[in-house]
């Protein structure tokens, strides 16, 4: 069978089965419980394997397994900071949150502080950071698109990320978060399925000696040794050891601060329920994320340096699908195209699971916390009214994922997401952590600490490498790039925090010690967060 016929039948045959559940949820969706929550009835095990689903995005698939093909072990680095991040957000969000909160973020925030600047703020930098995490997944869409089709032409990459949008649109506008959730455990199946047959291929090409394989790997990476130490990407001078301190601040810090993963611990009946997805979560990218390892050391050791290698023309973000085709046969047989394919599915099936989280959360935020909590805060606002700008919201963020993501096709998947990691450690999680830990702090302190370290965060990445100056920034022909480093977590991350106490200490809005005490009790207990989310 022609590949791309086989590939287009796998391709429709997933989008077909996403779609179907969409159907499916969109008639268990009745109320705005059921839109931003799923009505609270999911298990533990259920939303452990949506978390799954979620976290584990394009730029974990298809970004990191590219970096470890090109950069060896500072590569794997990316899976480290991303697996370590879970153990902050159990042990200082999941349940608290769970216990305190409603639909979103800024639910916690608002729960002792003036609500419209609050909201507002949270808000903002909840669809911020949405849209940075898009852009990475969406790029990732329109790469692997091309390569099935076996095309280089930019109108086919633009086309995709369009329809990619589209689709992402759809879940959430007719499925709400139960649609969402379905699509994110199926796809977190699929995706752990495929990655362990690929897996198993590699290793049984160098009969399971895992040292024979990373030897391999180094010797046709032209790097040798260097390959399997640290330093190739983040060694040698003072400047890139900084950026690469930066990085994992912003990966083990971020996990606790992104929106789309903050919800999904509403979407369980019992905190005890949260910590048990958290903990199924964890084994699940765990699991992973040690699999990433195989992925990319065997694309290193079994694919042509030229196809992977940015700095040789290849691309790196296509390390696993290519390395699946070479395991099945090689180009041009069957069973390569077979594995090509199934493997290009899988990435496309988390592709729109991860954007219809990313769309959900944002779109749910602009609803509940703009709409409803500011612009009609005097004035009630009917479950049917909040769900219908939620709707409109979606529309809206999608096209501007859409309109940013076809400029950004030249970006690293997994490096896009890192920079989404430090916007959310530098904004969201010193508010979170300050309005859960710290009596005093008040609206000014979340307001300074939400726009500061969002500011930053994105100020810094707008005047770094990133954006000018570099062959791989978005604007190679121009320079402005006065920041240095790549990831600007080391800076932002302080001042985000430094913002909270400063706006804190110079308020004279008096503090609101019982409803600290009421929070404090709700979020260490559990007790009357059920009467709470009723309310």
Do not use: C
């Amino acid at each position: 069978m022609d590949t791309q016929l086989l590939t287009t039948l796998l391709f429709l045959t997933v989008v077909a089965a996403t779609v179907g559940i969409t159907f499916w949820a969109s008639r268990q969706t009745k109320t705005a419980a059921d839109f931003y929550s799923g009505g609270r009835s999911f298990s533990g095990f259920q939303n452990g394997l949506a978390i799954g689903g979620d976290y584990m995005s394009a730029a974990s698939f298809l970004g990191i397994s590219g970096a470890i093909a090109v950069y060896g072990y500072d590569g794997f680095l990316y899976s480290i900071g991303f697996l370590v991040a879970w153990l902050v957000a159990l042990l200082l969000v999941a349940e608290m949150l769970r216990n305190a909160g409603r639909y979103t973020m800024a639910d916690q925030l608002a729960f002792r502080m003036n609500q419209r600047p609050v909201r507002t703020a949270a808000s903002i930098s909840t669809v911020v950071v949405s849209i940075f995490y898009l852009l990475a997944q969406m790029v990732g869409a329109g790469s692997l698109v091309a390569l099935l089709l076996g095309v280089d032409s930019q109108v086919i990459k633009n086309i995709t990320i369009v329809g990619v949008g589209a689709l992402m649109i759809f879940y959430v506008v007719v499925g709400g978060m139960k649609g969402t959730t379905y699509v994110q455990i199926v796809k977190a199946v699929l995706l752990m399925i495929g990655s362990a047959l690929i897996v198993v291929l590699v290793l049984a090409r160098f009969d399971f000696n895992l040292s024979e394989l990373l030897g391999t790997a180094a010797e046709n990476s032209g790097k040798g040794e260097a390959f399997v130490q640290p330093g190739l990407q983040y060694g040698g001078s003072l400047l890139s050891q900084i950026d690469f301190l930066s990085l994992g601040l912003a990966l083990v810090l971020g996990t606790a601060g992104l929106p789309h993963i903050l919800i999904r611990f509403y979407t369980v009946p019992t905190a005890q329920d949260a910590r048990k997805s958290v903990l199924w979560a964890i084994g699940l990218i765990g699991a992973f994320y040690l699999m990433t390892l195989v992925l990319g050391f065997g694309a290193a050791a079994l694919l042509d340096r030229s196809a992977v290698d940015p700095l040789e023309g290849g691309n790196q973000n296509l390390a696993s699908p290519l390395l699946a085709e070479a395991v099945g046969g090689g180009d041009g047989s069957t069973g390569g195209a077979i594995l090509l394919a199934l493997i290009a599915a899988v990435a496309f099936a988390t592709i729109l699971a991860v954007v219809a989280g990313l769309t959900l959360a944002s779109s749910s935020s602009v609803a509940h916390d703009l709409y409803k909590g500011v612009i009609k805060k005097d004035q009630p606002v009917s479950e049917y009214d909040e769900v219908r700008v939620a709707r409109i919201s979606a529309f809206v963020i999608g096209a501007v994922a859409i309109g940013l993501s076809i400029p950004a096709q030249r970006l690293n998947i997994a490096f896009l997401v890192a920079l989404a990691f430090a916007v959310a450690a530098s904004a969201n999680l010193p508010s979170i952590i300050y309005n859960m830990f710290w009596k005093r702090f008040n609206t000014r302190g979340a307001t300074w600490s939400i726009y500061g370290g969002l500011g930053a965060a994105v100020g810094l990445v707008f005047f770094s490498p990133v954006m000018s100056s570099l062959p791989t920034s978005l604007f190679p022909d121009s320079d402005w790039a006065v920041f240095p480093l790549n990831n600007p977590g080391i800076v932002s991350i302080p001042i985000g925090f430094l913002l909270g106490y400063l706006g804190t200490i110079t308020s004279r809005e008096p503090a609101a010690e019982d409803r600290f005490t009421e929070l404090e009790v709700r979020a260490l207990t559990g007790a009357g967060a059920e009467q709470a989310a009723q309310h």
